[in-house]
């Protein structure tokens, strides 16, 4: 079943000039890119996106690391695009990571592990709309 997911290139990327490479793994694994943006993320765009973090002792520091630098926002599309996107991440510890995926390629380690992407559909949906409005995304 094509799905859409969506994905964020974090600022230890996009500073390091990755975003071509990362995508060039994503589309070789048969992801489309259908919408793709850079932002900057402001305070509070990043504390709603990570609320679910709230809680935990790392959300001031992912707070800050995700404002630091601009990102790359993108809505990928594909065959069970949620479940694939997350395999060619790759883990979030990049020395756990299988060979070839984009952590274990690019990831500094498991704060600044160059991506996001969303952990399911439900999920998916909710991130994408924070960022693209449907007729931003041409698929």
Known sequence: MTERTF???KPDATRRNLTGKINAVIEDAGLRIVAQRRVKLTTDQAKKFYEVHAERPFYGE???QMTAEPVVVQVLEGENAVAKYREVMGATNPEQAAEGTIRKSFALS???NSVHGSDSLDNAKI????FF???QIVG
């Open 7 to 9: 994905s964020i290139i």
């Open 110 to 112: 498991i704060g600044e």
């Open 133 to 135: 409005t449907d007729d």
């Open 62 to 64: 992912l707070v800050e």
């Open 127 to 130: 991130e994408i709309a924070q």
